[in-house]
Every structure is written in structure tokens, then in C-alpha cells.
């Protein structure tokens, strides 16, 4: 019965992208580059420009040929002014992007626009989906089906909606609990441990969105903390309210994580009432929640980790700038910007705990649990 509710829950999930997939932003007709497929076939020559304080750059002269039409285009890549680094030099072999370009006159030119990587991140997907299928099975397909419909609803829901000028955070914080809903449910199946954990979620997300909404407000972040960010304030998505997708980002963020804790935390409880069915409410409560404390102190750490990882090439740019004090850099909004995503989603992950714990507790303690 699990397993149909399991594909009845697949099939909700993709109707609400199909729904839900119609944008009223309408494309506008410009002249876009036209892309393909291109292999280096011949160095013809190298020229190494020497660099102070820097690796020496590279320009190079090479010959291609498309992968479709087997056209040959010569080109020169890298130049005084933005020269290669040693990384990004070209061999014979090496498969690019070429993108060709339509020019003022009405002729029109290649230009090299990055190098061909797709097939080792088509190689990574792979391992990782056989990997999950061999470690978990059954439930890993599940998890695979989870990951699949949150991407669904991210691209055919949030994105789409906050493009059309909808609140991202509102936006975010509709579709944070679509996912959570569609997985948990997908994942785990229907059943009590599956709706605690849902509950547990939903609380925390609407706990992380008033806490990310007060401290955004009072840090007066405005969401123009990334490069990405200020791109977007021009053409047609000038109308998205950056502070919004800045607080709909720490929600989609925490939404990540809530998701293991409340599940672990549920089925930690439905365990130790299934071996003890004695076990009275407030000793279940301290030992569930004895076991969370462990779950947090690794996961925080985790999280910091990974944002700081994220963004240790912005570290690196302010710690080298000694002109600037350090509670200066601290105050700058890239930088407080970082600070605060780390802080709420840390805060919502804590808070995840207790909450759980105690919808637990208050459900399996007053029925009888099921092996």
C-alpha cells in the first residue's frame, strides 16, 4: 500500500510542475549566439607572457573543428590583457564551446566560449545515483524520485514565480514546504513518522523565516552580497526583489538540512518506544533528545564548513587586505551576508531538535508501535 502511495505522490509532484511550469515571462527575440561542439586539432602557436607577482599567462593560436558540421575555424585564445593560466592552456584533443557570434556588419565570428566538461559531470551523476541504489535499494530509488521532484518544483515553481515578480521569500517558503511534503512522503512513506517528521519541518521553516526576516531587516542587507545578485538587477529580472531572494535562499538552505535531523530525530523516538514500551514520556523525551544534541554538534559544524568552503576564495581576497580592519571586513555585506545565512540555518538546525523530539514524543508515547 506504501508503494502506491509512494507513485501516487510521483504523480502529484510532476503535475504540479506541469502546472506550475508556465511562466508569464515572455522570451524576447535577440540575437543569441549560436553554440556547439569544437575539437582542438592543432596547436599552431604559443606565445608565454611573463607576470609580476602571478603565474606567467599564455596566448595560444589554435585550429578546431566542429564536432557537427566538421568545419575548421582557426582562433586565437587568451590575450595581453586577460592571457591563460596555466590551467586553462589547450592540447590537441581538447574538446570546447564554440560560440559563434553575429556582428554589426552582418558577418559573424567564433569565439571560444569555455571548455567541453560535461561528460565527467555526466560520469559523477552516474556514480553517485549507482551508488545509492546499491547502498540503500528500494529506498534509494526513492531518494533519487525525492531529488528529482524537488528540482522539478525549484525549476518549474520558485524560479518561474519569482521571475514574475512574486515575493521570493513567500515564494520560497511555498515551495520549501512542497518539497518537504512530496519527499518525506515519497521517502519514508505514509505513516506516522513521516507526518512528525513534515511537522517538525514546517515549524522550523516558519521559525528560520521570521528569524531570517528580522535579522535582514535589522543588518539592513539588501541582497547585493554576491555578483550574481547585482546582475540581476538589470533587463528582465530587475523587478525581482533581491532582499526577498536573499531570505528565500537561508529558507531553501535550511530546508536541506531540516530534512535529515527531523526524520532522524522521529524514528530515533519510534525506536526507543518500540524496544522499551514503558518508557515514560519525560525519559523518552531527555533520550531522544541526548541523541539529537549528538546529531547537532556534527551537523553545525558541517554547515559552517561548507559555506566557508563555498566561499574561501572570498576569504582569501579580504584576509590579504590588511588595510582594511578586520571588524571593517566582518561588516561588509558579502561578509554579513554569509554570516547571518550561516547563523539562521544553524539556529533553525538546534531548533529542529527539541521540536522534533517533542511532536514525537507526544505521538508515539499515545499509540502502540508497530515493529
Not at 233 to 260: E, K, P, S, Y
Not at 286 to 306: I, P, Q
Request: net charge neutral; proline share 3%.
Amino acid at each position: 500500500m506504501s508503494r502506491l502511495h509512494n507513485f501516487f505522490l510521483v504523480v502529484v509532484g510532476v503535475c504540479l510542475f506541469l502546472m506550475a511550469s508556465t511562466s508569464p515571462i515572455q522570451a524576447q527575440a535577440t540575437a543569441e549566439p549560436e553554440y556547439s561542439r569544437a575539437r582542438v586539432v592543432e596547436i599552431l602557436g604559443e606565445r608565454e607572457l611573463e607576470q609580476t607577482g602571478a603565474a606567467n599567462g599564455f596566448i595560444q593560436e589554435i585550429k578546431l573543428e566542429r564536432i557537427d558540421t566538421k568545419e575548421t575555424v582557426v582562433l586565437t585564445v587568451g590575450s595581453e590583457f586577460q592571457p591563460l593560466t596555466p590551467q586553462q592552456r589547450l592540447s590537441e584533443g581538447r574538446d570546447v564551446i564554440l560560440a559563434k557570434q553575429s556582428l554589426g556588419d552582418g558577418s559573424s565570428q567564433y569565439v571560444v566560449a569555455d571548455v567541453y566538461r560535461l561528460p565527467i559531470l555526466a560520469w559523477l551523476l552516474f556514480g553517485f545515483l549507482a551508488l545509492v541504489v546499491i547502498v540503500a535499494s528500494w529506498q534509494g530509488l526513492l531518494s533519487i524520485a525525492g531529488m528529482g521532484i524537488s528540482l522539478l518544483v525549484l525549476s518549474g515553481y520558485i524560479v518561474p514565480q519569482i521571475l514574475a515578480g512574486s515575493s521570493p521569500m513567500v515564494i520560497s517558503l511555498i515551495g520549501g514546504a512542497m518539497i518537504a511534503a512530496l519527499t518525506v512522503y515519497l521517502c519514508h512513506g505514509w505513516s506516522a513518522q513521516s507526518h512528525v517528521a513534515l511537522g517538525s519541518m514546517v515549524a522550523t521553516l516558519v521559525a528560520v523565516t521570521v528569524l531570517s526576516y528580522m535579522a535582514v531587516r535589522l543588518a539592513q542587507l539588501v541582497g547585493l552580497g554576491s555578483e550574481e545578485a547585482y546582475f540581476l538587477q538589470f533587463g528582465q529580472t530587475a523587478r525581482v526583489n533581491l532582499q526577498g531572494l536573499l531570505l528565500g535562499g537561508i529558507v531553501l538552505g535550511a530546508l536541506g538540512i531540516l530534512d535529515d535531523i527531523t526524520v532522524a530525530q522521529a524514528s530515533t523516538i519510534k525506536q526507543l518506544k518500540a524496544v522499551n514500551k514503558k518508557i515514560g514520556v519525560k525519559e523518552l523525551y531527555e533520550r531522544g533528545l541526548a541523541v539529537g544534541k549528538d546529531h547537532v554538534a556534527s551537523l553545525v559544524n558541517t554547515l559552517v564548513l561548507a559555506y566557508a568552503g563555498a566561499n574561501l576564495p572570498l576569504f582569501l581576497l579580504f584576509s590579504v587586505n590588511q588595510q582594511i580592519p578586520f571588524w571593517v571586513t566582518l561588516n561588509n555585506e558579502i561578509i554579513a551576508e554569509e554570516v547571518v545565512r550561516t547563523l539562521v540555518g544553524s539556529i533553525g538546525l538546534v531548533l529542529a531538535v527539541p521540536i522534533s523530539t517533542l511532536l514525537a514524543v507526544m505521538v508515539f508515547s499515545r499509540q502502540p508501535v508497530r515493529e
